[in-house]
């Protein structure tokens, strides 16, 4: 039987393929591996049972046979060393790999997020446009670094492993913010990623569930 993950049953991303089971089914679609989904309403996350899959009441989860995973990047590594495809086979590549796949979650991503809760959170607050711009320049700062390590290589390493996977989905979350563009190659950098045949099955496969709640 195929690895079943859970998602949203109606993602608050309005199909933009932002949720957190995005980059599972990426890498899912990346190694070339099937996997069932099974859709979660919010409701049902509040409940004992989904406890018993992740301990936050988040998506995405993963089970396969005896194991249970949480935590996207978790089920991502998970992927990546069970299948070839997306971590290199020499020892030396496949830990910087692996570095890419820490910093994205843990140094680039919480910037980011911070500004989205700034937008959708604390918009009313009088201290508002400060955090905001606190928080902003936060982002440019990783931006810039980020930046310059790339340089005018396609990926972080010779070649598209997990830890872009990643990075390219984080970076996604600044699309229409106008931030990421100030950096072309980053930019650039995220267009190869959403580009690649994998990523385009993947984020059909989440705005078709989106599509599907937006009609019943």
Request: proline fraction near 6%; charge should be negative.
């Amino acid at each position: 039987m195929s690895p079943t993950i859970t998602a949203f049953k109606e993602s608050p991303d309005r199909g933009a393929g932002l949720a957190r089971d995005m980059p599972v089914r990426w890498a899912f679609e990346e190694v070339g591996q099937p996997y069932d989904v099974r859709l979660v309403a919010f409701t049902a996350m509040k409940e004992p049972e989904h406890r018993t899959w992740h301990p936050f009441r988040q998506i995405p989860t993963y089970e396969d046979s005896d194991l249970t995973l949480f935590e996207s990047g978790a089920i991502v590594f998970h992927i990546a060393e069970r299948h070839s495809g997306l971590l290199p086979d020499e020892a030396n590549s496949r830990a910087r790999a692996i570095t890419w796949m820490f910093a994205a979650l843990n140094t680039m991503e919480p910037p980011i997020v911070n500004r989205e809760v700034a937008i959708y959170l604390e918009s009313n607050e009088t201290w508002h446009e400060q955090r905001l711009r606190v928080v902003e320049n936060r982002i440019r700062n990783r931006l810039s670094e980020l930046s310059s390590r790339l340089g005018k290589a396609d990926w972080l390493e010779e070649v598209f492993t997990a830890g872009d996977l990643l990075m390219v989905q984080v970076l996604r979350r600044l699309n229409g913010s106008g931030i990421l563009e100030e950096y072309p190659n980053l930019a650039a950098y995220v267009a190869r990623g959403e580009a690649r045949p994998a990523f385009k099955r993947a984020f059909a496969a989440q705005l078709a569930v989106f599509k599907a709640a937006s009609n019943t």
